[in-house]
């Protein structure tokens, strides 16, 4: 499913595209993961053109000389990441009355639980109460181990949107969240990686079927992206590539077969993903 530009960027892109009410963020650069035919490449992406570059984001931002039409190409999830981190309770709005940890309450993800931009959220056999989760997700750049958080900016790529999806049901009753947090699709990024973006300056939006079930201010993250690089590499060598969700904000629901659900950030795009039953339900 290829992402059109109604689908894609809100913000720098979107603006130098000439979408009306838009604002251009100086200094901020989008990349962008994408297939056409059998080949895979980084790009970096202005407006509804993608020029390729000679390596990845995380090694050289050089163009090639070539462009190509963003209609031309399928968005990927912007990076392969090595590992997948998120973080748990990092919002006032969804503590519902518990104590706030006094440290980043940190989990894994499996990587095969990204999913591409456009492509479907499957709702695993079984499952009764699978939910959406919008998420402020940082993108490692660099080997990071035993940083403060003082340096800890100089160690982060960027940002983009996720989906940390979770079945409820299973989240409360397995001993671990490996299926409750961690099945296939449960986990889609993208569209873009943002690089020079103020995210204080940001809000996250999630809709479903266009109505805005979750809205915040990046800024009200208890802990920030600073906080939580350092915390980690205290205890887990971060790698360039590496992805951090960052928490959800408010409240969350189920979602059901035939749902459109959105994640937005401001000056990093729209994720939008279908959602779908699995076909062994």
């Known amino acids: 499913m290829a992402i059109t530009r109604r689908h894609l960027l809100a913000g720098a892109a979107l603006a130098s595209a000439g979408i009306p009410g838009l604002r251009a963020e100086s200094g901020v650069k989008h990349y962008v993961r994408y297939r056409q035919g059998r080949d895979r490449a980084f790009g970096e992406l202005e407006g509804d053109t993608v020029y390729p570059l000679e390596g990845s984001p995380l090694q050289t931002r050089t163009r090639t000389g070539a462009k190509l039409a963003l209609s031309d190409v399928n968005l990927l999830f912007p990076i392969p990441a090595p590992k997948v981190f998120a973080v748990g309770l990092n919002y006032k709005s969804h503590l519902a009355g518990s104590e706030a940890p006094k440290n ?95 995210y204080m300056d940001s809000e996250i939006t999630l809709r479903l079927n266009g109505e805005v079930k979750q809205q915040q201010k990046i800024s009200d993250l208890l802990f920030k992206p600073e906080k939580i690089v350092s915390f980690i590499s205290t205890y887990v060598t971060l790698q360039p590539g590496d992805v951090i969700f960052t928490g959800t904000p408010g409240s969350t629901s189920a979602m059901k077969h035939g749902d459109i659900c959105e994640v937005e950030v401001s000056g990093i795009g729209i994720l939008k993903n279908p959602v779908r039953r699995s076909r062994n339900a």
């Open 104 to 198: 980043p309450e940190i989990f894994f993800k499996p990587t095969t639980s990204l999913q591409h931009p456009g492509a479907p959220i499957i709702i695993p056999p079984g499952s009764k109460n699978t939910h959406f989760e919008a998420e402020f997700v940082i993108v490692v750049g660099k080997r990071a181990k035993g940083v403060s958080e003082s340096d800890a900016a100089d160690y982060i790529l960027g940002y983009t949107c996720g989906n940390d999806v979770s079945e409820r049901d299973w989240q409360g009753g397995d001993l671990q969240w490996w299926r409750g947090k961690g099945c296939d699709t449960f986990g889609p990024i993208g569209p873009s990686i943002a690089v020079g973006l103020d």
